[in-house]
C-alpha cells in the first residue's frame, strides 16, 4: 500500500486524482502564453525521439522527465492548462497542494512528496503542484529553529525526486521569486501567465456560458463587459455564476428568465468588491474606529504613567 493511500484511508489524501474533462477549447490566453504551452507540447511528444533514439538519455542522466513552471497572478489560467495539457496526453492529472503534503511529524513531509512521485509515475499521470511557492520556497541559510532545518529538508528531497521523475510534472506559482533558485536548472520550461487583454477577456466572458442552454437577454455585451473591467479569468468566472444567481432572483416563472447585461455587471461588482473586503485593515488610514483609538490612547497614557513611575521610584532609592 503507498503512503498516498494509507493517508486516504486516515482521512487526509495527498493529491487530488482529475480525470480530464476540459482541454485547449475550453483554455483562452494570450497569444505568448498559447505558443509556450505548444511548444512545452512538442517537447513532450519528441522525448523518445530526443532521449532514446538520438541516445541523449545515455549522455545525460536524469533528464528523461519533464519538468514546467506556470508562473503568474491568481486566476490566470494555471490549473486549467495543466488539466487541458493533462487531457492531450490522454493523462490524468494529480493535483498537489502543500496543506495536504504537510505534516507535523518530523520527516513525515519529505516521505509525503516522495509518495506523490511514486503514485504518479505508476499511474503515469501528469503532477502538478499547486502554488509550488508555498513547498519550494528559498531555502534557510540560517538553520537556528527546528522548522527551517525541515523545510529545507523538503525542498532537497524535492529537487531530488523531480530529477529522477520520467514522466511531466508541472509547478504553479503565484509569486515566483519565492522559488528556491535550484529549480530554475531543472525545470526545462518557465511560463508565464499574464492578466488577459481585452480580446481573451471577451472570449473569456463567453466561455463561461452553455452555447445553447444559457439564456442571454438582448442587451448582453461581453466586448463591454472586457473593455469595462480588467479582470482575470477567475474573477470573470466568479462574476458569471453570481450574475446567473442574479438572474434566477427575478420575478416569474424560470422559464422565462434570463441573465441580463445588469446582472453581469452587479456580478462583477460583488466580486471587485468582496477582494476590497478582504484586502481592507482595521488599522488602514483613516479607518480606524473611535472606541479602538481612544482605546490605544488610554493603554498609551497607562504605559507612560508606569514608567514615569518606575523611574522616580528608581531615583528614590538611588538617593537614600
Do not use: C
Not at 487526509?12 to 505558443?35: K, Q
Not at 477582494?275 to 472606541?291: D, H, T
Amino acid at each position: 500500500m503507498s503512503d498516498s493511500w494509507r493517508d486516504l484511508i486516515f482521512g487526509r489524501p495527498l493529491f487530488e486524482t482529475i480525470e480530464p474533462r476540459r482541454t485547449f477549447e475550453d483554455v483562452v490566453l494570450p497569444p505568448a502564453t498559447m505558443d509556450a504551452i505548444r511548444q512545452a507540447l512538442a517537447m513532450i511528444r519528441k522525448q523518445d525521439l530526443i532521449f532514446e533514439t538520438w541516445g541523449l538519455a545515455e549522455r545525460h542522466r536524469g533528464t528523461a522527465g519533464l519538468a514546467f513552471h506556470f508562473a503568474g497572478p491568481p486566476g490566470t489560467g494555471k490549473t486549467i492548462a495543466a488539466e487541458a495539457i493533462a487531457a492531450t496526453l490522454g493523462r490524468r492529472l494529480l493535483v498537489v497542494r502543500y496543506a495536504e503534503l504537510e505534516s507535523r511529524w518530523v520527516g513525515q513531509t519529505q516521505k509525503h512528496v516522495a509518495a506523490v512521485f511514486r503514485d504518479a509515475v505508476k499511474a503515469d499521470a501528469v503532477l502538478f503542484f499547486d502554488e509550488a511557492d508555498a513547498i519550494a520556497a528559498r531555502r534557510f541559510t540560517g538553520l537556528s529553529q527546528g522548522y527551517e532545518r525541515e523545510a529545507n529538508a523538503v525542498v532537497n528531497v524535492l529537487l531530488n525526486e523531480v530529477e529522477r521523475f520520467p514522466g511531466v510534472v508541472i509547478f504553479a506559482t503565484n509569486l515566483a521569486a519565492n522559488l528556491d533558485p535550484a529549480f530554475e536548472r531543472r525545470i526545462r520550461t518557465h511560463i508565464r501567465f499574464d492578466l488577459p487583454g481585452p480580446v481573451e477577456r471577451e472570449k473569456i466572458w463567453r466561455a463561461q456560458l452553455h452555447a445553447t442552454k444559457t439564456p442571454l437577454a438582448p442587451d448582453v455585451d461581453f466586448k463591454l463587459l472586457a473593455d469595462r473591467y480588467p479582470r482575470s479569468g477567475g474573477d470573470i468566472k466568479n462574476a458569471v455564476l453570481k450574475a446567473a444567481q442574479l438572474a434566477t432572483f427575478e420575478p416569474g416563472p424560470d422559464s422565462g428568465k434570463v441573465i441580463h447585461q445588469r446582472h453581469f455587471v452587479a456580478g462583477m461588482e460583488d466580486v471587485m468588491g468582496a477582494q476590497s473586503v478582504m484586502a481592507q485593515s482595521l488599522y488602514e488610514a483613516g479607518n480606524v474606529p473611535a472606541q479602538v483609538a481612544a482605546t490605544e490612547r488610554q493603554i498609551l497614557l497607562v504605559s507612560v504613567g508606569a514608567l514615569v513611575t518606575a523611574i522616580a521610584a528608581l531615583v528614590v532609592a538611588l538617593l537614600r
